[in-house]
Structure formats: structure tokens, C-alpha cells
């Protein structure tokens, strides 16, 4: 096997006087899902803008390809889609306006692809209406839009189905599906029961001593 | 080991992207860009009303109203740069873009400027002819303004960046950059005095033209900087 696509080792993350996690390690390869559980405020967010490197006050070593990702970040970066609950859609845009800028930072993308992935996410007719008179769920839609497109290896995704409908999260589970077997990584948070294949678990909340 | 994505994001094409995006929102909220300017031009307009409408006193005061009244402004205008970014959560895109940070903040705040910081300038000569600024001196006070409206811009940048994550932060970036703004101040007004008595302005220039050099190349690294430890709060 391969060495580990990314590769957290000992990690530990004390925030507000509370810990966090403790010596947490786990290993993700390309082609895995790995869902991060745990009750609210158990540091699911916390380690996924670890793995992102969004945060920076933790100790342990995050590996990218057996390399410190400290050490090759704008690699790194350019093999990462996250998308954060807040879903960076800005509300004066329109959805198209918002994916091309969305998917613009990270990777060059034909017109016409854009149209598809919104239709893709069911926002066909929806184009050029102003994201601030979109429902809660169309908005999320618009950044789900992203995952149609990316060509990233790593998916750091916070609770993603957050205001989507049944039918919807459904697609949207057989895209990571899809996804996964092109050999993309993904580490996701959500409180739904995934009805996906071969999603491993990990636990957090329980502070290993 | 680092095998590249073909369609890989070039720099200037991000760059693009983002201009293209900030003056499509900034058109889309353009009431909230009228804000400055409609301060502006009050300001200037009741000064006369309030202390004295002597044309011998206003042309003295013309040149350091106008800047003062362009400074805070601007000031006015800095905590909106990158407050909507942070609420909707593209702050957080735009860090995390494989491309370097300072030159895509440095764009947002030249963008800024322009739709802020320019139409002042447009501005300022009808206010100060209406300050009884001696049409000769027009010049000098566009260009000071032209050279020390981007320098609060930048410098405020790096307040707005601080403060960006904090619940009251338009009153942080005031006491923040206010101080930092003040040699701009100084020496934009000093400019036009100098003109108006007669003296030589190269010098004076110099001095503006060395702050503007150093605001461009330095502030978006500060920038940068700081909006990542707002990011990662």
C-alpha cells in the first residue's frame, strides 16, 4: 500500500481551557470516506480547519503525502476543497457568479460546465436570480455545486447536508460515492445517517487519557 | 511527488477572477459605496456653515479640511473591506487559495481604493474651489490625494484585517489607524501649504511618494498576515 494520502499524527487541540482531542492519529487514503462523529462541541470543525489549515494552534503533525503540510502548503492547497459551514456564498452574486469565482480560485473552468453542475444541484432557472432571494437550502446548493466540478484529491467537507432535502442529500451521496471510487479522499462531519457504502467512522468526544 | 492538475489556476487568472468579482459586488451594493462620499462632501459643505464663511479664512483651511475630511472617509468606508468576505465564509476561500494571499489582498485593496478613494479625488476639487482654494493649488491637492488616499487605504487594511473577527470592530480600526495615518496627513496638507506660500513641493512629494511605496509593497504582507490569524480564530 501506498503511504497514506493524508496522515494525522498525535494530534492535540485544546481550545478555551476545554481539550479537545488528545493524541489523535488516523491515516486517509485516496479513495476513502471518513466521517468524523461526535456530539455537538466535540471538536469536529475544529479538526477539519486543522486539516485544512485553517488552524493553527494544535500540536501534532498533519502529513500530506508523508510530507508536513506545513512544509508544502500551496501544494497542498491546490489538492484541497473545502467547504466550511459557512458556505462562501455571497448573497449580491448570483449562483453563477458565485461558482465561477468559487471554482475560479482553485482550477480554470469551461462556461458551460458551470451551468451543468448548477443544474446538476438543482438550480436550473436559477442562474442569474440574486443569491440573497434564494432559500437556505439553494444557497447551500450553490456551494454543493463546487463538488460537481472540483478536481481536488481532498475533500474536507462541514456538515455539507445541513438545509438539504432528502432527494438531494441522496444525489449527493452517490456523487461522493462516485467520487471516492475516482480516488478522491474525503473527510466529512454530519448528524445524517449515511446510507453510503464503506464510510469509516471515527469517534471524537472521547478524550483518550 | 507533486504532480500538478492540468487545469491548475495560473495566478493572473485568479487574480481576474477576483477583480472581476469585487466590482460586480461593489455594483451590486453601490448605495454603500455612495456612504464616503455623500460624508465627504456634508463635511466640507456645513464647514463653512459652522465656523465662517470668510473666504480669506476658508482657502487657509481648504487644504487640511479637505484631507481631513477625505481620512475619515476612507475610514468610514474600511470596515466593510473585508467583513462581508468573513460573514459568508469566503474570507476563508480566498485563504485558502493555493496563490499567494498578499497579491490577492492587495487587488481587494486597490479595488477598494478606486471606488472609495478615487471619486474623492474626483470630488475634491469642486469642494475646494468652493473653499476658495486658489485654482493654482488644484493640482497639488489632487495629486497629494491621488498619492495619500491609497496609503490610508492599505494601512487601513491592516485594521480591517485585525478587526475583521471582532463584534465592534469599526471603532478598533479607527483608534488602530488613525494614529498610523497621521504623517499622510501631515504631509498631504503640508504639500498644498508649501505651494501656497510660494515654496518648492518636489520635496514634499518625495516624502508621500516613498510612504506610497512603502504601503504598496509592505501593508498586503500585513494584510495577509492578519486576516489568516482572523481566519483561523
Not at chain 1, 178 to 200: C, D, F, N
Not at chain 2, 35 to 50: A, K, Q, T, W
Not at chain 2, 205 to 229: D, E, Q, R, V
Request: hydrophobic share 50%; charged share 15%.
Amino acid at each position: 500500500m501506498s503511504t497514506a494520502l493524508l496522515k494525522a499524527d498525535k494530534l492535540t487541540c485544546e481550545r478555551d481551557d476545554r481539550l479537545l482531542f488528545s493524541g489523535l492519529s488516523f491515516e486517509l487514503f485516496s479513495g476513502e470516506v471518513l466521517q468524523l462523529e461526535g456530539p455537538n462541541g466535540a471538536g469536529k470543525t475544529t479538526l477539519l480547519r486543522i486539516l485544512g489549515g485553517l488552524f493553527s494552534t494544535f500540536e501534532g503533525v498533519v502529513n500530506w503525502k508523508g510530507q508536513d503540510v506545513r512544509q508544502c502548503y500551496s501544494e497542498f492547497q491546490q489538492e484541497l476543497l473545502f467547504i466550511g459551514h459557512k458556505s462562501s456564498v455571497k448573497a449580491t452574486l448570483t449562483p453563477l457568479e458565485n461558482l465561477r469565482f468559487l471554482i475560479g480560485l482553485q482550477q480554470s473552468v469551461k462556461e458551460g460546465a458551470l451551468w451543468q453542475a448548477l443544474e446538476c444541484v438543482g438550480l436550473a432557472g436559477y442562474e442569474h436570480v440574486l443569491c440573497r432571494n434564494l432559500s437556505a437550502g439553494q444557497k447551500r446548493r450553490v456551494a454543493l455545486a463546487r463538488l460537481y466540478l472540483s478536481d481536488a484529491k481532498i475533500w474536507v467537507l462541514d456538515e455539507i447536508f445541513t438545509a438539504i432535502d432528502k432527494k438531494g442529500v441522496a444525489q449527493l451521496e452517490a456523487l461522493l460515492v462516485e467520487k471516492a471510487q475516482s480516488g478522491v479522499a474525503i473527510v466529512l462531519t454530519t448528524h445524517h445517517e449515511l446510507a453510503m457504502p464503506g464510510v469509516r467512522q471515527l469517534r471524537l468526544g472521547q478524550v483518550s487519557e | 511527488m507533486s504532480r500538478r492538475n492540468h487545469s491548475e489556476q495560473g495566478l493572473l487568472s485568479v487574480l481576474g477572477v477576483v477583480l472581476k468579482r469585487e466590482f460586480l459586488s461593489a455594483y451590486r451594493s453601490r448605495q454603500e459605496l455612495a456612504n464616503p462620499l455623500v460624508f465627504f462632501i456634508i463635511v466640507i459643505v456645513l464647514f463653512p456653515l459652522g465656523v465662517s464663511p470668510e473666504p480669506v479664512f476658508l482657502s487657509k483651511a481648504a487644504a487640511g479640511l479637505v484631507w481631513v475630511a477625505a481620512l475619515l472617509a476612507t475610514m468610514l468606508s474600511l470596515d466593510r473591506l473585508f467583513q462581508s468576505d468573513y460573514d459568508d465564509g469566503s474570507l476563508e476561500q480566498l485563504v485558502l487559495c493555493a496563490q499567494p494571499l498578499y497579491l490577492i489582498v492587495l487587488i481587494k485593496s486597490l479595488i477598494h481604493w478606486s471606488l472609495t478613494g478615487l471619486p474623492l479625488i474626483m470630488l475634491s476639487p469642486f469642494l475646494a474651489t468652493m473653499l476658495h482654494l486658489e485654482a493654482q493649488h488644484l493640482p497639488v491637492l489632487m495629486l497629494t490625494l491621488l498619492m495619500g488616499t491609497p496609503v490610508i487605504s492599505l494601512i487601513g487594511g491592516i485594521g480591517a484585517a485585525l478587526t475583521v473577527s471582532l463584534r465592534s470592530g469599526g471603532i478598533l480600526i479607527s483608534l488602530l489607524v488613525l494614529p498610523l495615518t497621521i504623517p499622510v496627513l501631515i504631509f498631504g496638507t503640508g504639500t498644498v501649504q508649501s505651494s501656497i506660500d510660494g515654496l518648492s513641493v518636489a520635496g514634499h512629494f518625495s516624502i508621500m511618494g516613498m510612504m506610497l511605496a512603502l504601503a504598496l509593497t509592505l501593508s498586503p504582507f500585513a494584510i495577509a498576515a492578519a486576516l489568516k490569524i482572523s481566519v483561523s480564530d
